[in-house]
């Protein structure tokens, strides 16, 4: 016989033996333990014909003008959108019990203002939250710090004037950063720096805020795959040259950052007019900038070099070839090989390693190729310091030998003559004297009278001999060569030779 339907409570009360004898506030308690054992009893209470809507584990609240979160949400819940209602704040008690599943959480256009320190405890599993389109203003320290899963996080469109450097420490899987088209004017630099807590961050969007300036100098040594997803377009920036060169470098590589939205980089150039202009026209009347070229690499003899392959993207893998289209290859006799980074190293550099490097990256979606030109000195790097060396010796002897050459033509010891009192004997002229000056050295009375003829100047027309020749003696053609003829014979020289031979030694002047 069929018996009447009875209560959950009671057909489990009366499956358990001497149920009937315990007190009511026991009956109560096992009834709350029942629900507690079934799976999902706990959001049983959610109505999802009239509050939201549900399709398997994902459920949808938006656009039904809530104020709150519904309570008992299903614990297999893992999308849950509530954007478009009027959600002002997020308190922890938001869920009283952990949702383990939900991974996926959209709380835009709310005009949400507040979130509390606990907001997330208990949905630690979160890998995509959604708070853009709201009020929020400030980032407090370590109000993110439980979301350890987290991968995407999305703020843009707020009204964010004040991020904490600690905002973000603890989300060790935040790879994609929106804060784009809010009011901040700090660059939060420690997002991207090395040795970072935010380590996997790929994509940083600070773009249509009010950042003037960037820290260029940490943004060049950034590996190109942060580069590619790092954008701050938009931003009353001030022109400068360095600021032309990184993004010129940029749309060089093509990195997506620089090429999609190479318009809406601008920057106002300094005066009182507060011009605006495009950060790629810098290199012509604006400020003249230099037009940025891609440097080659260069390395000496026997220098031990390492060639990077900075790829767009992270985790590819690489292949190098040598100029020639050699593959490097493992286990060869080669003197480069691929280090376990990815990149390309050269042991001892020679002058045949210069030439063009090509590094092919592949992934499961995406291939890169990219090339390193190489130019390799024909000297060590310490040899240019001997050659400059060299240089600075040969430099300084020839300073050392003008000085000698102009002491001995200045500061020579003053002669004889030059000294009062202190005249030399008779006859005792000297080869040197009569190098330097035909004047007499001394006060010779017998040579006076030598003082008064005069000296005859040679014209050279007048020494020409027979077929041209010089005559040295300077007498006519025919007697001067029958009269040198006949003394020569005899074993005699005229007496003008031998004057003319030894006014080279003496400082006589020749006379007429």
Same mark, same amino acid.
């Not at 007499?440 to 003829?453: G, I, S, V």
């Given at each position: ?18 149920? $009937?004898? $315990? ?68 308190? &922890? ?41 709201? &009020?929020? $203003? ?30 973000? +420490? ?26 970072? !807590? ?37 931003? !009353? ?25 190479? #318009? ?7 005066? !009182?007019?507060?011009?605006? +202009? ?5 290199? =012509? ?12 690499? /260069? ?15 992270? =985790? ?11 593959? +490097? ?21 020679? !002058? ?33 310091? #001997? ?9 300084? =002897? ?44 001394? /006060? #010779?009375?017998?040579?006076?009278? /030598? ?40 074993? $005699? ?5 031998? /004057? ?13």
């Amino acid at each position: 016989m069929l018996q009447p339907f009875a209560k959950a409570g009671d057909s489990l009360l009366e499956t358990l033996p001497h149920q $009937r004898k $315990r007190p009511r506030w026991a009956h109560f308690l096992l009834a709350c333990t029942a629900l507690l054992w079934f799976p999902g009893a706990a959001g049983s209470a959610l109505n999802c014909h009239k509050i939201c809507i549900c399709a398997s584990n994902i459920v949808s609240c938006s656009k039904m003008n809530l104020t709150t979160v519904p309570t008992g949400l299903p614990l297999y819940t893992a999308v849950l959108d509530l954007s478009y209602n009027e959600i002002t704040r997020l308190r &922890s008690e938001w869920t009283p019990v952990k949702l383990l599943k939900l991974h996926n959480l959209l709380l835009s256009h709310n005009g949400l203002h507040f979130l509390s320190s606990e907001a997330f405890i208990y949905v630690k599993q979160l890998r995509y939250l959604d708070l853009s389109s709201n &009020s929020l $203003r400030h980032l407090d320290e370590f109000i993110f710090e439980h979301l350890v899963n987290l991968e995407v996080l999305l703020l843009y469109n707020n009204q964010i004037t004040l991020i904490d450097g600690s905002a973000f +420490v603890g989300m060790i899987n935040l790879q994609k950063l929106y804060l784009s088209q809010n009011q901040f004017s700090r660059f939060p630099v420690e997002l991207i720096k090395d040795k970072t !807590p935010v380590e996997k961050l790929s994509l940083l969007d600070v773009s249509s805020n009010k950042i003037k300036v960037i820290p260029i100098n940490d943004l060049k040594v950034l590996p190109a795959w942060i580069k590619n997803g790092l954008y701050f377009h938009n931003n !009353p920036l001030l022109c400068h040259c360095d600021l032309y060169t990184l993004l010129a470098h940029w749309y060089i590589r093509k990195l997506n950052s620089a090429v999609d939205f190479k #318009d809406d980089y601008t920057c106002v150039l300094p005066g !009182p007019h507060k011009t605006q +202009v495009g950060v790629f026209d810098l290199s =012509g009347d604006s400020m003249n900038c230099s037009t940025f070229k891609e440097a080659d690499e /260069e390395a000496f003899l026997e220098q031990m070099l390492v060639l990077g392959c900075d790829t767009k993207h992270r =985790g590819m893998l690489k292949t190098w070839m040598l100029p020639g289209n050699v593959m +490097v290859t493992s286990g060869s006799n080669q003197t480069a090989r691929v280090l376990p980074d990815g990149n390309l190293q050269i042991s001892s550099v020679k !002058p045949e390693d210069s030439g063009t490097y090509t590094c092919l990256a592949m992934s499961d979606t995406v291939n890169e190729t990219m090339y390193v030109v190489l130019k390799v000195h024909n000297f060590t790097m310490n040899g240019s310091g #001997d050659a400059l060396s060299t240089a600075y010796t040969t430099l300084v =002897g020839c300073l050392a030998s003008v000085v000698l050459v102009l002491m001995y033509l200045y500061l020579t010891p003053c002669r004889c003559f030059c000294c009062p009192g202190k005249g030399k004997t008779q006859g005792d002229d000297s080869i040197h004297s009569s190098m330097l000056s035909v004047t007499p050295t001394h /006060e #010779d009375p017998a040579l006076k009278a /030598e003082l008064n003829r005069h000296v005859a100047f040679i014209d050279s027309k007048d020494l020409q001999g027979q077929n041209g020749k010089l005559n040295p003696n300077g007498d006519d053609e025919d007697d001067d060569m029958d009269a040198e003829a006949g003394s020569l014979r005899k074993g $005699r020289r005229k007496k003008s030779v031998a /004057e003319s031979i030894s006014s080279v030694f003496s400082d006589t002047p020749m006379v007429v």
